[in-house]
């Protein structure tokens, strides 16, 4: 038996991160087992670490041929990576306590792009006074930006963009059941919210989300 | 030529009222002129009025022929219909002005059903102090169950049931554009709602929300 | 290895009992095993118990850790319970075999909330006979009002709110196959049933329907 | 301006009714007006009528050119045609006063093919009693086939089956509004009906369940 | 730990084979063990032998408890059963390999209720010779009414009813892949079949097709 | 009032024809009408004719400004062009009547590339032997490849390119109705086609289907 | 004939500009004639100006009771508004001509919150060195964050945030025809990119990636 | 226990090669495993190797009877199979390191119907330049044909026909998540691409693809 095509399978975009303010990062899912490793390696091969996302169920694999600096969930930063402090300049606000992968992706794609982050969890409109308290901590802080992560209906992304003029970025997390569950629904809700200028990106794209901040961070300054 | 089938197309059901505690009403859309003409004509047979609801293009056509008690965007009470003074059971509050013509259909569903009602418009959730305040206002009635009527992304329906012991209906609005507008996105959020104990009927169903109601208020008696 | 994060992630949400009248209970399914447990814990530190749903596949790590007061399907009271016999208010009517699961959330949730039901499974119109008895049994029973089970086409939905004047809420269950399965076809149907005044909730929330009876009957009080 | 191409567009199958058991028939809509005109002569050139659907919008424009014999909503025979009596071997029985045209389309097109037929209309299970009066009624004839139209949740297409040995061919009707309605509520109960052996066409294709129960008389004799 | 409830789950239709001339079979689908089990118990309890389908991943379960007569994929006859010689009346035509699961159901179910069959597997359209070899096979049979299975375009849902005056039934089969896959493809083939006169039921229902022509078999005598 | 803006709208890419084989067509749909006669004029401020598509219902709009060289259906030549005989490289085979428009387009993107075709229409498989001769004649041209057109459940797309050695493209026409209409059922048997090697472009894109055999037989060369 | 309810339709949010960053508009789409020239009537009562869209068909109606100080495509801006010169902030690039009332609502509605824009129209990737060229022009100005608007399949979404290191929203275009038509496909596009960090909002939604640039630029100060 | 029916199930098509320019291969998904054992058998009973894919998890299966000549990622040749030297004809380009099953499927599908190509993976949008240098490459060979992979967003089936007359084929890729994802997002894109004369497959058809370049090559010569 003989396998053919060994033809180059990986090119890494070493110099993304120079040309569009985001590093390339490698997503686990939909790799193949020795396709997952070979891009890895292309990776760490000219540069000191890489975020991986969606590892959740390859971490044995991982940890097997290379050191992980950091995890959160199933998202993993490996080779070496210094974790400084970092002033919070990006506010992740969750609704429930099922939206934790999610919002570890948002905080560590951050962290990789040397961003601080200041986060608040299970904070949704099922009790408001909890969602207005969130808003009232979140005012203290020097946060410029805000990533709404929430699943099921979504609410929380026209209950909080009509409290702020911070600019506001929804994640929808696939969290619900039953029709319009998976992230459907919330995603439908960040899609028609009512409170002008949020902006979404796809079910649970969390990496997504901190990419766009990092670029606006850049932008800024 | 010659047109073929002269069978009884319409059997009006006079006794639903007392069977079920809601009247049969007429819904006009989807039924030919003649058979809606036919309907109303079976209904105004036996009983001195009758409910016809998704009337906008066929006012004309109606008040050609029957006499128009009240009406209120395409709701119509045809016949004769004293309207007395109601003490208000049941609260409607609706998100925008672009819900007018389905919480219009609710409340005149209630009146003919002898059901007062307390209505509260536009005030959704972009701004969550008038909902706050629409609430507060609400908690002053005497009302025993909540309608609530929102397009979009139907926020409405996960905050407000989060505030109050009062039972909620949802009734999601045909309003929104682009993916998910037509009501989707909102009966996805009324599906979906993180505030448990909603229940909901079909997009744009103002009639089915208020008949429920009426089954409701009888049953408390 | 170091993992990231430690925030809150969970704020348990012990007043919505005394806000709503629907306590809050835990949704196992899409929770991780450590957030689950963690949610748990948060709700029983200030609670003597707690429901949980959805749980079917965790039952041995939630009883390694909890004690089970009830379990019935999926559906688990933990901590301390007290089962005292309450009159029957809510009927709770199931089309086939199949519903058991939704029908066990229901009737539990109902009984967490204080409430007894009275419960006929397998009586769907497939044979109408077993239907007209069922709603006659019912008819002598004191019921106030009626949770529907029904998968598949949920032609229950329409046959038994046209012959009462009970109100009826929907649930439509994840049976059939095919196109329309999982339960879309019976939710479809419960959106448009010719019978006026049916409301209905999500496929499979069991939980939801008998959270809106429990503010119902508060609401009677 | 010249107008390109004059190809063959047209090649009526005069042999598909000795070959099937159905005759050619034309759907008018979709034709373009020349299209539509070219097809009804090519018919005619060969056969002395035929059966013309859907064509509710073209009636001046078919009767400005050939003779109709009959017609009922949108269904027409054109050329010539004798009406003779036919004992009734098809029921037809309709959930509600909107699917008259549907109704119509199935009953001309069993005439046009020799078959006389049972007409019920507006007996849907929001009134159980008056299904089971239908029932009832049809029992006393000599029909060996049943055809149902029913819109909205189409609840007719598990009732009745369940109720009788006869052979039930369900057509949804185009008829409900808001999510599932436009006939796929209807169409969904079909393919999901609890009763064994419903079978079904598309939404509104009452041409098509006709032309089975001409197969299916023709395959009994 | 107590398990709440121990109502009626299971109300086994046994007239159903009279009143309805199909017998109530079980689908092993959607129930857990333990009802699955208890509605075996239930049918057997009063007649011979019982159809069970659907339960490819159960027959350990099953045969631990109850004698299997006949076994063939998913579908099973429980009890005794004697297998005469039937002349077969109804053609089951397959158009590839992949179908075997379903036409197995239909071929079962048939001879459950008495019926024999005519099975012509792997003769779909990709090779049109193959197909009309069929048909010419089937002509010199006795067969009555034909049972189509199809998966992919289901192509031979139209080529296949536009060649016979025997009436045709349409099994979409789960087969396929990427979008429209899993038998959607092939529904929407049947049910906009270009030849007048195909009835289909839902995806993989093999079950329901061999139900109708049992009802159709017994109307014809 | 004053109206802002006054951009560059349009930059029409002369080039396009050289660069990839296909010249840039103008989509007439979608344009407002300032916007279309713009278009159309600065496509022929540098080239001698434009192909213009969908302008069924512009035509009035159109030929006021401009000369119409060729026209059929809504597809339209502008300007100067020579109609040479050109020998039928390309076959055309058309299911139905009702695929007259996008049949026209295909033959007119075609004569517009400098190449001929040879059409056949209305050979849909409701009757197979209309098939199987236009393939007869078909083997008789020099044809070297083939566009199949069909709305309804496009079974054309799977006994063609299994009678034949010739490429085929699929072009599903938007012809059918109830579920899966408008083309998408076609689409899906084009999709799922159980005959290897066929390619498909979007519903009623004739346009495109043309265009890759102009690309095509640029390559042959 | 009495018209009932004369309830507050209109609460216009005076402060939502204040308090968010971002005026309240109105959406003519789906008020009737007498709500939208009530809320117009509102919103003008308080402050000099209001912003109103998607009102193509209703200028006539507008313009009869309110004077129009801008107009462009279906966007308009009402009462007294002075146009200074504004550097541009906001890059607008457009795949195609037919992008031209989005691509006019974006810069009307920046134009209104005091905000300049650099627009260029017709540089999709047909022909990537249009789109290069774009990106070169864009390089030279002084804009910070880009709004990219595109139909069909939305690569342009792809494309350029590949290219640099400003920050990217998607506005998929309701432009394309057939499956995924009507802007379906440009936004599973912008949910898809393969470039990191681009966001996006609905289709059509113009407004809403004018009000995030609001907000945006109102934070970096 | 008697298993029932042993009917022919394969009927492999030896002819199908000679007839249509494509061999008959086997899809082993589907097939129960003694069916996808009896295929192979048929087909090799006749011709001495045949094609075998979809058989990721059926290799051991396999291999246990038949002999592998060639195997890549679930593609299989069986039987003895000479490799020798091809000219490339064909290019295969990927847009990520996700495409690679996609890929092997293609390239061993031409392979085994003689025809070599050239392949270039991993060369996606996200960064333009790795896009042009690859066409550059391309445009260096002698293929005559391209064949696109690419998932999520599927830009590179418009960039790529935009620069070249060579005629392209998209194979949507399953790879993506959330909305759109599985490969739905990029067929739209083939199906929406603006460029002209691109045709598409269904996602993850890489065997029709290549056998599509199989026909076209052969009707070349």
Known sequence: MITS???????FDHHRSKRTGVAEAILAEGKSDPDLLLTIEAALSKQ??????????????????????LKSSGTLILGEFDQRDL????????????DTAVMDEIELTLLYHGIGSY???????????????????????QVVILV???????????????????PCIAVPSPVGYGEGGKGLAA?????????????????????GAAAFCAKYLKSMK
Request: proline share 4%; aromatic share 4%.
């Open 87 to 98: 002033q919070p300049l990006v506010g992740i606000i969750g609704a429930g306590t099922s």
């Open 48 to 69: 000191p670490n890489v975020l991986v996302t969606r590892a959740q169920d390859r971490i044995d694999l991982i940890s097997s041929k290379f050191s992980i600096a």
């Open 148 to 166: 709404l992560v929430a699943g099921q209906e979504g609410a929380l992304f026209s209950v909080i963009p009509g409290m702020t003029s911070l």
């Open 119 to 141: 986060r608040l969890q299970d904070v949704g409109v099922a009790n408001i006074q909890r969602t207005l308290q969130a808003m009232e901590e979140i005012s203290k802080t």
């Open 187 to 207: 995603l439908y809700s960040a899609l028609q919210s009512c409170s002008p200028g949020l902006v979404t990106v796809n079910i649970g794209n969390g990496f």
């Open 5 to 11: 095509s060994s033809v180059t399978r990986v090119r």
